[in-house]
Nanobody, 115 residues
């Protein structure tokens, strides 16, 4: 089993920045892909960004150039630096890790972008 704890969400004005963290513990060996998802009210959960074991990254078009995903293997932590935030970025953000033991989800952290 893998336990994930997200942090860093909050309320920010449009154009502001936030940095989300996802700390992993438990059977964390053989984790391959780490992914951020988000789910806005009334919408389906969508992939935001992912990073694999070779540090290859992928972003959904809506966040390219504004968000940066990274991982610190020594700390077993994944990050999402979010800049130039827009109202439409408002959502609950979830981290997910996938590997040989399966797929695991965090509890989510709320990000609200509002003036």
């Amino acid at each position: 089993q893998v336990q994930l704890v997200e942090s860093g969400g909050g309320l920010v004005q449009p154009g502001g920045s936030l940095k989300l963290s996802c700390a992993a513990s438990g059977s964390i060996f053989n984790i391959n892909t780490m992914t951020w998802y988000r789910q806005a009210p009334g919408k389906e959960r969508e992939l935001v960004a992912l990073i694999n074991s070779r540090d290859i990254t992928h972003y959904t078009n809506a966040v390219k150039g504004r968000f940066t995903i990274s991982r610190d293997n020594a700390k077993n932590t994944m990050y999402l630096q979010m800049n130039s935030l827009k109202v439409e970025d408002t959502a609950v953000y979830y981290c997910n890790v996938a590997g040989s033991l399966g797929s695991f989800w965090g509890q989510g952290t709320q990000v609200t972008v509002s003036s």
